[in-house]
């Protein structure tokens, strides 16, 4: 076990975790990713990065090797960190929650949340690779995503911060949260 304290950022896709992402870079915190992780493994086994492949190589992962497996691979990553605080982006599950506190006791989770209809239109428009292109391709990331237990993530979360309005007041409300959780070190 270590003492570093470890923030783990969950939301459903396009909740504006991107923002949060952000806020760490301007802070100078070491920031991993989860979804890096399966976007790394897709590319070692050469598949193309579409929402269909990543999704379902996702689920393929975890039934293969743990519904923690992201998780475990990134601990070594982070324990190998010099930060006291980092910040880790996409927790979907409470196995990977479990996972990490096994690690950091100071492990926290940060949801952010935004309505469906809010998170479909930002979708649209930031128009990643594994991003839904239409309605019902967003409704089935949102079910894949709550089949693997993101909402009881968000449900057990330290704080949820609620994204319906801009970029910019997310991004005080993050930078306030991040004065005060620096402070607190």
């Keep these: 076990m270590t003492e570093k304290t470890v923030i783990g950022i969950t939301g459903m896709p396009g909740s504006g975790k991107n923002t949060v992402q952000e806020v760490v870079k301007a802070y100078n915190l070491p920031l991993f990713v989860m979804g890096d992780e399966v976007r790394a493994e897709a590319a070692r086994r050469n ?3 579409t929402p269909e492949n990543l999704g379902k190589l996702m689920l393929q992962l975890r039934e293969e090797e743990g ?17 006291s605080i980092m910040i880790i982006d996409g927790i979907r599950s409470m196995e990977e929650v479990n996972e990490f506190r096994k690690f950091f006791p100071k492990f926290k989770i940060l949801a952010i949340h935004a309505s469906p209809g809010t998170r479909f239109r930002r979708l649209l428009k930031r128009n990643r690779s594994d ?17 693997v237990g ?9 704080l949820i ?5 801009t970029i910019d007041n997310l991004r005080k409300k993050l930078y306030r949260l991040f004065r005060r959780w620096l402070r607190n070190e």
């Design 67 to 83: 519904p923690e497996v992201l998780a475990r691979r990134l601990i070594p990553k982070i324990m190998a960190s010099n930060s």
């Design 150 to 158: 993101i909402g009881e993530v968000i449900a057990q979360a330290d």
């Design 131 to 147: 991003d839904p292109k239409n309605w019902e391709a967003f409704i089935e990331r949102d079910e894949r995503e709550l089949k």
């Design 47 to 49: 598949l193309e990065p």
């Design 161 to 165: 911060l609620m994204n319906e309005g």
